[in-house]
């Protein structure tokens, strides 16, 4: 269940992490395979929204919790590694942020 805030980004990083998937592995080779570029222009806007909303929830977290910086930029990092929030997500399960 999402209760605190540090719950709440985690769920904003995977929806985020998973529309980064969606454009490498779904949009992409629907564009360059089928040559229907369209799918990328709207899979590219609404990952590129989600994004905007990402960084956003980092800044609420980071200021709601004292996030550390270390965490906030390993947070933004890893928003341009395929499958990289993924992996962050458990890494945050596994320090004391979560309780």
Same mark, same amino acid.
Request: overall charge positive.
């Given at each position: 269940? %999402? &209760?605190?805030?540090?719950?709440?980004?985690?769920?904003? =990083? /995977?929806? @985020?992490? =998973?529309? /980064?998937?969606?454009?490498?592995?779904? $949009?992409?080779?629907? +564009?360059?395979?089928?040559?229907?570029? @369209?799918?990328?222009?709207? %899979?590219? $806007?609404?990952?590129?929204?989600?994004? %905007?909303? *990402? /960084?956003?929830?980092? !800044? *609420?977290?980071? *200021? +709601?919790?004292? #996030?550390? *910086?270390? #965490? $906030? !930029?390993? !947070?933004?990092?890893? !928003?341009?590694?395929?499958?990289?929030?993924?992996?962050?997500?458990?890494?945050? &399960? +596994?320090?004391?942020?979560?309780?």
């Amino acid at each position: 269940m %999402v &209760k605190t805030p540090v719950d709440r980004f985690r769920v904003m =990083g /995977l929806i @985020e992490g =998973g529309s /980064l998937l969606v454009l490498l592995f779904i $949009a992409m080779p629907i +564009k360059y395979g089928l040559d229907i570029p @369209e799918v990328v222009s709207i %899979v590219g $806007a609404i990952h590129g929204l989600l994004f %905007v909303m *990402y /960084l956003f929830f980092i !800044a *609420y977290v980071t *200021y +709601k919790i004292r #996030w550390s *910086y270390k #965490w $906030a !930029a390993s !947070a933004v990092v890893v !928003a341009f590694i395929p499958f990289g929030n993924m992996i962050f997500d458990s890494y945050i &399960k +596994k320090s004391s942020l979560v309780n």
